[in-house]
Each structure stands twice: as C-alpha cells, then as structure tokens.
Nanobody
Framework: QAQLVESGGGLVQAGGSLRLSCAAS????????VGWFRQAPGKDREFVAA???????????RYGESVKGRFTISRDNAKNTVYLQMNSLKPEDTAVYYC??????????????????WGQGTQVTVSS
C-alpha cells in the first residue's frame, strides 16, 4: 500500500530555515507529481509547491505565490524522497505541512482534490 511520510518539521525563529522530507514507500511513484500543501488553524489547505517525478533527471516545478523565492522543492529518486527547503521563514508560514502524490503532472497540481495519496502531516511553527 502506498504511503507518504513527512518529517523535518519543528519550531524555528522568523528568518530561519527548515527542510521537510516526504518519503514514499509501497508504490512506484515514477511519473507521479508530488506536492506540498499546508493548513493553518481555521484556514483552507494551501498549495505550497509541486514537482514532477519522472525517470529522467529533469523535472517540472510549481510554487504558490506566497512562497516563491523562499522555498525550493526537489527530489532524490534513489531515496524515493521529495524535499521542501524553506528559507526566510515568516510567522505566517506556521501550519501543518502535508505532502501528497498524484498520478500525473498537469495544470491542476495546485489543487488538493486531485491528489490520490496524502501523508499524515508535520507541524512547522515560526516564532516572531
């Protein structure tokens, strides 16, 4: 059974950095798109970033407007893991961060409802 497990969350001061990991197991995710989303209390789930997961070294990426220039998504095919490097963190980045996978890359990778698999989430808290 396919499983996604996030890790790397924690407490950090504003301006600091964290790197989240999303480890996939139980399924071949080659060709899939993997996305990061976040959800703060009382708010809708927000798109953060997505990356295509193909057999080649090249990949497509997409970012939410609020994280462009600060966050970077990447993947390690050998480890079946996708990373989210978060720099210049702000208090408004505080949320539970989820990774998700869907079968194909496409124009709707920013939409939570199109994803097939979800991790359990990891908490990121940025103090001011």
């Amino acid at each position: 059974q396919a499983q996604l497990v996030e890790s790397g969350g924690g407490l950090v001061q504003a301006g600091g950095s964290l790197r989240l990991s999303c480890a996939a197991s139980g399924h071949t995710f080659s060709g899939y798109a993997v996305g990061w989303f976040r959800q703060a209390p009382g708010k809708d789930r927000e798109f953060v970033a997505a990356i295509s997961w193909s057999g080649s070294w090249s990949s497509s990426t997409r970012y939410g407007e609020s994280v462009k220039g600060r966050f970077t998504i990447s993947r390690d095919n050998a480890k079946n893991t996708v990373y989210l490097q978060m720099n210049s963190l702000k208090p408004e980045d505080t949320a539970v961060y989820y990774c998700a996978a869907k079968g194909t890359w496409g124009p709707r990778v920013h939409t939570p409802g199109v994803y097939d698999y979800w991790g359990q989430g990891t908490q990121v808290t940025v103090s001011s």
